[in-house]
Each structure stands twice: as C-alpha cells, then as structure tokens.
C-alpha cells in the first residue's frame, strides 16, 4: 500500500499529460488546503503525547541554556538542505537546455519540500514541483525526467547511507529498538523497492513495457472500457520520455555531480542532531555515530504513510537516541531537533512558497491588464 502510493507521486511520468498541464491551480490549492488541515490534526495529536512525558517548561529551560550558535549551525544547515536541492534542480534542467536560475529552483525545492511534509508518503512533493516548473514555461517532459532523475539519486543516496549505517550500529541499534526494529526492517525495505522502481521508470524500458501490458490485460478481464485509450497514453508518453533519457545516459559527469551533492545535501541533515547535541552541552560521541542513527531513522520513517512522519519520527528518536542523550534531557533534544528539521522549515518553506505563487499571481495579472 505505501509502495502504491510512492508510485502514485510519479504517475505524472505515465499518464495525463498530451503536452498540456493536469493540475488545474483550484485543484492544487483545494487539495493543499486540506492536506494542511490533515497535518495540522496529526501534530496536535503528536505533540499530545510528546508533551505527556516532557514539559514545555522543560523544554524551553533546555532551549534557553543551549548554545545558540550550535542551534544557528543547525538551521543553517537545514537551509543549506533545501539550496542544494535546488542546486541539484538546476543542474539537470540546465543540461536539458533550460535556461532557470537558482532562484526559481530554489522556488520547486521549497515547494516540494512543503507539500512533501504535509502529504502522507511525501506524496505531494514532486507534483508540486511539477505545478511549479509548469507555471516557469518549463516543458513538460523536462520537468518529468528532472524530478525522475532527481529522485533515483536521492533515493539511491539515502539506501547506500542507511544500510551501511545499519550494518555499521547493527549490534548497538537492534536492542534499542526492541519491536521497532520490524518497523525499521520494513522502512529499509521499501526505499530499495521504491529505488528499483524508479530505475525500471528510467533506464529499463522494456521491463516496464512488460509489466504494462500485464496491467492491460489485467484491466481487460476486468472489463474496463478504457484500456485501449489509457494504453496508448502511456506508450505514446513512454516514448517521448525514453529519448530524453537516452541523452542523460550517456552523461556518466553529471550523474557523478548529482550524486556528489545529493550525498552532501544529505549530510547536512542528518548532521542536525549533532549540533542540537553539542548545543545542549555535550560532546562525547562523534558526528560520525549521530550521522548513520539519523540515516537509520530517515530510513524507518521516510515511506510510512503520515504527514511529514508526524508522531512516529519522534518516537523512534526517542528509541534510538536514548544512549547518546541523558533521559532527562532526551525529550527536549528530539523537540528541538524535529523542530529544526521538520517544523521551522514547513512554517517557512510554506511562507515562501506563498509568497512566490502570489507575486507569480500578481506579476501575470499586470501583464493581462497591459
């Protein structure tokens, strides 16, 4: 199920677009409205039973006897998160010939990163930032194949840092965890599965064919009328996308590129509870150990089917965190962390990307009235 839903996030790739644009712009805001409201009720009741255990007041006594420049590093960091998506955005767009500045990706990152977290499964991210590339004139199989290839890396980044991170605190990591470890088996899991299907999506044509067919004579027992139309759609998008991809095959530079700053896109986030640990006074286990339970844990969390994996990032920090933070004290690193990494940036990103779809708005209701 949550697999199907990581899939739905690229049907974009298959269906639906005859050169022309599927999201209607009431459609996004109707659907971002309520994804919102969906969020919200899940960090309420997140932080129900966060602050059940740990007290605001506690909290902030921890925030306010930190050291804030670790605290200003580790926002920094987060922000450093997103550029680099960006960056990684135009470097793909820029070799399919797409004359964008970093700041209009940086407009797709923040959008995605803000749908992203309020959608279950991530689900709404890259069709954000579909809307968004549309809106900037940028061709459709171009903003496909960006967001396509964007993502394989990504994914394939996450999965080499999170298994060599499990095999790595396999022995420290499994007791921790106890029942959870299922959870963090299956999170790892359905990254590789979710990496496979993206790597058929873009370099095994055929293989997809294959199971295409499957699907349509699957449909055809099952009587549906459109089979023959739907069919056709996909073949017809199959081969548009295929020729675009066939160009970026034969580019090893800029796959080594997106890697290298993808891998470093990811150690600054996951270098977040570091900092949020120096802040708090202590010292004693590397940045090294920090990074690979961050890995484990984005690992576990990432495809589970919640909003920004409101209410079980924070428990399964709570697990694994447990040995590096003092217990008195392990409540409000997680609040500050997840504060950082998740809430600030949702409360931000969501600004921003208001901001730029409102000039966006503002700036073609000039250019009508002129």
């Known amino acids: 199920m949550i697999l199907l839903k990581r899939y739905i996030n690229l049907k974009i790739v298959l269906i639906g677009y005859s050169g022309r644009i599927s999201m209607k712009e009431d459609n996004v805001i109707k659907k971002s409205i309520l994804s919102i409201l969906v969020f919200i009720i899940f960090v309420i009741i997140a932080f129900y039973f ?46 399919l010939k797409n004359k964008v500045k970093l700041r209009n990706c940086y407009k797709y990152a ?44 990504y994914q394939l980044v996450v999965i080499i840092l999170s298994v060599l991170s499990f095999i790595i605190s396999y022995r420290e990591i499994v007791p921790v965890l106890g029942n959870m470890k299922y959870l963090t088996y299956l999170g790892i899991t359905l990254n590789c599965l979710v990496f496979c299907l993206y790597f058929l999506l873009i370099f095994q044509k055929k293989i997809i064919v294959f199971f295409i067919e499957l699907f349509c004579k699957l449909l055809n027992k099952l009587h ?18 295929s020729n675009a991809i066939a160009i970026l095959k034969n580019n090893k530079i800029m796959f080594l590129k997106i890697i290298f700053i993808t891998l470093i896109q990811m150690l600054f986030y996951f270098s977040i509870p570091y900092l949020v640990y120096l802040a708090l006074g202590y010292n004693e286990n590397s940045l090294f150990h920090f990074i690979s339970i961050q ?13 920004g994996a409101v209410g079980i990032s924070e428990t399964v920090f709570m697990k694994l965190y447990q040995k590096l933070f003092n217990l008195a004290i ?29 000039k966006d708005y503002i700036a073609k209701n000039r250019k009508r009235k002129n």
Do not use: W
Not at 224 to 241: H, M
Not at 346 to 355: D, Q
């Open 330 to 358: 392990l409540g409000s690193a997680m609040f500050i962390t997840r504060f950082i990494n998740f809430y600030l940036f949702v409360i931000y990103t969501g600004t921003l990307l208001l901001f730029f779809i409102t």
């Open 224 to 241: 549906y009328k459109k089979t023959a139309i739907l069919k056709i759609k996909i073949n017809n998008q199959l081969d548009e996308y």
């Open 50 to 95: 966060i602050f059940k255990d740990t007290s605001l007041k506690e909290v902030v006594e921890n925030f306010t006897n930190s050291n804030k420049l670790y605290i200003i590093l580790a926002i920094f960091c987060m922000f450093l998160y997103n550029v680099f998506e960006a960056l990684n955005l135009k470097v793909i767009l820029s070799f």
């Open 295 to 307: 890995a484990i844990l984005y690992a576990t969390v990432s495809s589970l089917p919640f909003p």
């Open 110 to 153: 923040i959008g995605a990163f803000f749908a992203a977290s309020i959608t279950p499964s991530s689900s709404g991210g890259d069709p954000m930032a579909f809307y968004l590339m549309s809106k900037d004139k940028i061709h459709v199989s171009h903003a496909v194949i960006t967001l396509l290839i964007k993502l394989l890396i």
